[in-house]
């Protein structure tokens, strides 16, 4: 939304005055050694009484201290005219509002005061010198108190100040507090010369243009403040050019209200040109902008544009943090603000510091819709691998409570962005270059990809966070129903979603897989491979092929199950991604593609579709063609498949008048500008209000493939999927949208389980599990595993697996064990293992290798993992209270493997060499009490 500030001034104000009232004719002396307070303070007097007019300061130096503007008086400085504030505080009149906020607590000084007035200004071509390097700083927050501002305005209205100078002030140039309708133009400002310099505090006010100023300060540039609940709202600055020791713009740091509707664009950023003096801030300044709640406020519809930045350190900062200052003696705001709508586009930035730029939040309190586009930011680099555990060390620390700095924390992590603690932040050509060699990436995120429902009718990609390899999605009725590939994992997960970013697990398909070999763990990759879910004549059909049994379906009336049992309709070996279709005539079909990735197969099939009644015939072969999805509409045949491979790939869309073609094809979604690679294969499905969808994976190296969803239309026959930015008919993948469907409820995926009952359908098993060696029984509440041979967790039977959700998550267990199993919590990909207990103390297995880091005999112990798939860095802990967590080995990183993202999970088993020695049954074992894992969302 883009906010046009009306302001309405008075006519007084705006052309004819009622009168002229000369200083000099009141006494002022072109003088700079006679105060003329007097004789400036009685002509506004005379003035005011009159009804209004401008009073006129002719061209020459006049020494004044603290006059007091009043309504419907018009200060005019002529060209050559210079007021001069005196170097002696008894000059000053303390003055105290009725106003209450954190800079009215106590009497302030200043040259220029009006409160409660309206109808006033300040223009011309003359020039007011605050002289505020004779007020020496004697304290902190001192500002106001010994050393004055140069103008003050409260709770105004119809405020102008235009063509002036201003120079050095005591503090604040310019501070106006709870006023509405103010306009500032073509105003020049320095202010260089004395602590807390800022050249413009606009606090709490309403409906402000800003326009055409030239400021260059020691301190702040163009402030908005929020020092008491009033936000700052409607406020408009342009065409400005802004030097700065410290942040050119900023929005904060008092924040109590906070801001709303506020619009910045064509802003020019320099360094201050004293280079030889500074009292706060960096030589090249410290941010361009910097947007910022620390005190419980808000920040909504705020939009930065066109900005061309030369230096500063860190250019653009974003920050909600929790300082929770009050604005009155004794209050302490006791909660957190939020940040949620920020716009920043067109910045141009050259010369700047190496620290990078950031967006951050806190813990539970993330930051919120920030988008960031057309972005480039120039700066020296240089930083060095040997450097990287120093940042680390200093992004560690929140600083929840700190003063908000842009240079807070030092170089980041990033030497683009950092971002952490925030939803839904969107880059788009936002490019990052570097004089030196930088060995940090252009873009982190740490628990930022604000992933599934937004809670405000908006989603954000990922939907499902987690390795949902090759979804399938069909919508029946109002429901819709996802499958996807578990390869060797046992279940076949079926999902159910109200409003298709919201996902619930509803049932298994099987509970094992009875063929030969799958009783050991030998399998891993294989099993069930891109699966597809159909609705036909009252039944639910779920189709897929193994790398080397054959091709399986599977039926249900209800998609909660019962499911039939597996029913083998080929045996074959290196088919894939089978999907059946029923056309109109009740006639049944299978398409499918070959191992390697290619043809496309179409076979008829018997009606009940357990029968393939052909060889198939070959209707398309393409570069890596596989994940096929049948369709029709308006008597078009669809094929819905991925091509290129999955990292690099892309989706196509082939139709045709005739089930076995021949086929057109068109390239209907690619990576393009974003950073989603190979956004493909999966499903388009259609809402109930006529819109469609298109539901893929992206494969990231640590979580795994998760999923994806577009929104999708159709043209002249053809889906467009995505954006299409050059309207040539291929999209590009978005990273948030409008929920397909409204919905008040996030509900994210169920990770944890009490034990109570039947195990939650999270859980998978990792291969065909031996169903006499666990269960819920033999302790209420606790899962029990049993101990079976094996050497490495690799071999472990009974495994029991779930997927990892989310970047950052932790996943919690107590265990007890007896006899000489091992068992504990796991985490796997490529790489197997776990930190655990067993009758000699706490172990850690990395490998197949095992170590005891905490020897003694213990009856129990909480276990946790942390993961951090973003930054790849995941750690196991220990603990014998629950409460107070030791690091159980180093951290590690972690790497999806056999196709599948990483998992976490509880084992137990018996190192082999035990099991033969020993002459008896065993009777070794571990129960597990409950188990979570919780994930950022």
């Not at 400036?40 to 007019?53: D, H, K, R």
């Not at 006059?67 to 170097?87: N, P, R």
């Not at 069909?474 to 298709?500: E, T």
């Not at 993992?865 to 014998?880: G, I, K, L, M």
Request: charged share 20%.
């Amino acid at each position: 939304m883009k906010v046009i500030v009306t302001i309405l001034m008075s006519a007084c104000a705006l052309s004819m005055h009622a009168a002229d009232y000369n200083i000099k004719d009141y006494g002022a002396k072109n003088d700079t050694t006679v105060l003329s307070t007097h004789a400036l303070q009685s002509a506004i007097n005379a003035c005011s009484q009159a009804g209004g007019g401008r009073v006129v300061v002719p061209a020459g130096m006049y020494k004044i201290g603290t006059i007091q503007l009043k309504s419907h008086v018009h200060l005019y400085l002529e060209q050559g005219a210079t007021l001069f504030g005196s170097t002696r505080l008894d000059d000053y009149i303390p003055m105290k509002s009725d106003y209450l906020s954190l800079r009215t607590q106590t009497t302030t000084i200043q040259l220029i005061y009006a409160d409660g007035v309206q109808d006033v200004s300040i223009d011309g071509l003359g020039t007011i010198d605050g002289r505020g390097r004779a007020f020496k700083k004697l304290s902190w927050n001192d500002e106001g108190i010994t050393r004055p501002h140069l103008i003050r305005f409260i709770q105004s209205q119809d405020i102008m100040v235009r063509g002036v100078t201003l120079r050095n002030s005591g503090c604040w140039m310019q501070h106006y507090l709870a006023c509405d309708r103010l306009i500032i133009n073509g105003i020049k400002v320095f202010n260089r010369n004395n602590y807390n310099n800022d050249a413009l505090d606009i606090d709490g006010c309403h409906e402000v243009i800003v326009r055409g100023m030239i400021a260059d300060s020691d301190d702040d540039g163009i402030t908005l403040k929020s020092t008491s609940p009033r936000l700052c709202e409607n406020v408009r600055i342009s065409d400005c050019v802004v030097s700065s020791h410290c942040n050119a713009v900023k929005l904060g740091t008092e924040t109590n209200g906070g801001f709303r509707n506020i619009n910045i664009s064509g802003i020019v950023v320099k360094p201050s040109y004293n280079q030889h003096e500074k009292f706060f801030g960096q030589w090249i300044g410290s941010s361009a902008v910097s947007l910022e709640i620390v005190d419980g406020g808000v920040m909504e519809n705020v939009n930065i544009s066109d900005f061309t930045v030369e230096g500063t350190e860190s250019p653009i900062f974003v920050r909600l943090g929790n300082r929770g200052r009050g604005y009155k003696a004794g209050l302490h705001i006791d909660h957190v603000g939020h940040i949620d709508g920020v716009r920043i586009d067109n910045v141009q930035i050259r010369h700047a510091g190496s620290m990078g730029c950031s967006v951050t939040g806190l813990p539970g309190h993330p930051v919120r819709n920030v988008w960031l586009s057309n972005i480039t930011l120039h700066h020296k680099g240089g930083v060095k691998t040997s450097q990287l555990a120093e940042i680390a060390d200093s992004i560690a620390n929140e600083k929840a409570s700190s003063y908000p700095e842009a240079t807070m924390w030092g170089n980041l992590p990033a030497k683009g962005f950092y971002v952490r603690h925030a939803r839904n932040v969107q880059f788009e050509n936002v490019n990052i270059l570097t004089d030196e060699p930088d060995v940090r990436p252009d873009f982190v995120e740490v628990d930022a990809q604000g992933w599934g429902d937004q809670g405000d009718g908006t989603y954000h990609n990922p939907v499902l966070n987690a390795d949902f390899s090759d979804p399938d999605v069909i919508r029946v009725g109002n429901k819709y129903y996802m499958v996807a590939s578990d390869f060797h994992f046992m279940g076949m997960q079926v999902l159910k979603s109200d409003d298709m970013v919201n996902w619930r697990y509803i049932s298994q398909i099987y509970h094992r897989f009875d063929e030969p070999g799958w009783d050991a763990n030998q399998h891993y990759a294989g099993g069930s491979w891109a699966p597809s879910i159909r609705y036909h004549n009252g039944l639910f059909y779920v189709y897929f092929c193994t790398p080397e049994e054959g091709l399986y379906m599977s039926t249900a009336k209800d998609p909660k199950g019962p499911w039939a049992p597996l029913h083998l309709v080929k045996r074959v070996a290196k088919w894939e991604d089978p999907c059946p279709f029923w056309d109109e005539d009740g006639q049944a079909y299978l398409g499918r593609s070959q191992y390697g990735a290619g043809p496309i197969i179409v076979h008829r099939m018997s009606a009940d579709g357990k029968t393939l009644l052909d060889e198939g015939k070959t209707v398309y072969e393409g570069p890596v063609a596989e994940g096929t999805k049948f369709m029709k509409r308006h008597g078009y045949y669809y094929l819905i498949i991925p091509e290129g491979g999955v990292g690099t790939g892309w989706q196509t869309v082939l139709r045709s008048r005739s089930i076995y073609g021949p086929y057109e094809g068109r390239i209907v979604l690619e990576q393009g500008s974003t950073r989603i690679n190979g956004p493909h294969q999966g499903a388009l499905v259609d809402a109930p209000d006529g819109s469609w969808w298109f539901y893929h994976f992206q494969e990231t190296p640590v979580l795994g493939r998760v999923v994806h969803l577009q929104p999708a239309r159709w043209e002249a026959d053809w889906p467009v999927i995505g954006v299409d930015y050059d309207k040539n008919g291929v999209g590009e993948p978005v990273a948030a949208w409008k929920k397909p469907i409204s919905s008040p409820v996030s509900t994210p995926l169920k990770t944890s389980d009490d034990f109570s009952g039947s195990l939650g359908l999270q859980w998978q098993w990792n291969h065909n599990p031996v169903d006499t060696h666990w269960n819920l029984t033999d302790r209420k509440g606790w899962l029990t595993l049993k101990a079976l041979p094996a050497d490495s967790l690799k071999q472990v039977r009974n495994m029991l697996t779930q997927k990892v959700v989310g970047f950052q998550s932790e996943s919690i267990t107590k265990v007890s064990v007896s006899g000489s199993s091992y068992a504990g919590l796991f985490c796997s990909g490529k790489l197997f293992c776990g930190v655990g207990l067993c009758k000699n103390g706490v172990f850690v297995e990395f490998g197949g290798k095992r170590k005891v880091i905490k020897k003694g005999i213990y009856k129990e112990v909480w276990l946790k993992v942390a993961n951090d798939s973003e930054q790849n860095r995941h750690q196991f802990y220990y603990s014998f209270d629950g409460r107070n967590y030791h690091p159980a080995g180093s951290s590690f990183s972690m790497r999806g493997g056999y196709w599948k993202g990483i998992r976490v999970g509880l084992f137990c088993y018996e190192p082999t060499d035990q099991v033969k020695s020993r002459r008896k049954t065993s009777s070794s074992m571990a129960q597990f009490d409950c188990f979570e894992q919780n994930f950022a969302q």
